[in-house]
C-alpha cells in the first residue's frame, strides 16, 4: 500500500476510537482485520461511516445475492480493483443463479459485452445498469426504464446505491493500492471493442 497500515489490532486510546475499531471488528467476524480496514482506520470516524453504510449494503438489502454481486463486481472489472474483484467475485458464483449455469461469469468478466450471453433479464439490466453508472454516471432514460420495469422502487435504490458505494470502494481501494493488487490482473481475458456511447450495450 501507499501508506503503512496501521497496527493491527490497532493501539487506539481514545475511548471513541476503540469503539469504532469494535464495531469494524464486529461486522468483520472472524475472518479479522482486512487490509481495508487497517487503511481506514488512520481515520477512524471515516472508518465509522464506512462500516456503516458498507455493512447495510452487504447484508441489510432486499437484493438476492447474484444482483448484488453483479452490482458490485462492474464497478471493480472497469476499475481494475482487482482486490475488490477477487473477494466478490466467488460470492457471485456461489449464488444460486451461477451455481446453476457456470457460463453466466463469462458475461460478467467482459469488460465491454454486447449480448446478455445467459445472464437473464434482472441480471443483464443490473449489469448494464452498472456500466452505465461506473463510466458515464448519468444512466440513459431507456435503460432506467428497463430497469425500473423489472424491479420495485426499493430494489432500484438498492441497486443504485450498491453500484455507487462500490464505486467509492474501487476508487479508494486503486488510489492507495489496498492489498497491493493494482498490478495483478487477474488471467481471464476481457473483451475489448471499440467504445461507443448506446442506450442499449453502453459501450463506452
Not at 53 to 64: F, Q, V
Not at 128 to 147: G, H, I, K, N, W
Not at 169 to 188: C, H, I, M, T, Y
Request: glycine share 4%.
Amino acid at each position: 500500500m501507499r501508506l503503512p497500515y496501521v497496527d493491527n489490532p490497532p493501539n487506539f486510546t481514545s475511548e471513541d476510537d476503540k469503539q469504532v475499531l469494535e464495531r469494524v471488528k464486529a461486522r468483520r467476524g472472524e475472518r479479522g482485520l482486512l487490509p481495508l480496514d487497517l487503511a481506514l482506520l488512520h481515520a477512524p470516524k471515516v472508518a465509522d461511516g464506512w462500516n456503516s453504510l458498507l455493512g447495510a449494503i452487504r447484508t441489510k438489502t432486499s437484493l438476492p445475492s447474484n444482483i448484488r454481486e453483479i452490482a458490485i463486481c462492474r464497478p471493480a472489472l472497469i476499475n481494475q480493483a482487482w482486490f475488490e474483484w477477487m473477494h466478490h467475485v466467488p460470492l457471485l458464483e456461489e449464488s444460486d443463479s451461477f451455481k446453476s449455469d457456470s457460463s453466466k461469469i463469462q458475461t460478467v468478466q467482459e469488460l465491454h459485452p454486447t449480448s446478455a450471453g445467459s445472464l437473464d433479464d434482472k441480471e443483464w439490466a443490473t449489469l448494464r445498469y452498472a456500466d452505465a453508472m461506473t463510466r458515464e454516471v448519468a444512466v440513459p432514460q431507456s435503460l432506467f426504464d428497463e430497469v425500473r420495469k423489472l424491479f420495485s422502487e426499493q430494489e432500484v435504490v438498492e441497486i443504485t446505491a450498491t453500484v455507487a458505494s462500490y464505486n467509492l470502494v474501487s476508487r479508494f481501494l486503486v488510489a492507495l493500492d489496498v492489498g497491493e493488487q493494482n498490478d495483478k490482473k487477474p488471467e481471464f481475458e476481457t473483451k475489448v471493442t471499440n467504445p461507443t456511447k448506446t442506450d442499449g450495450n453502453i459501450q463506452s
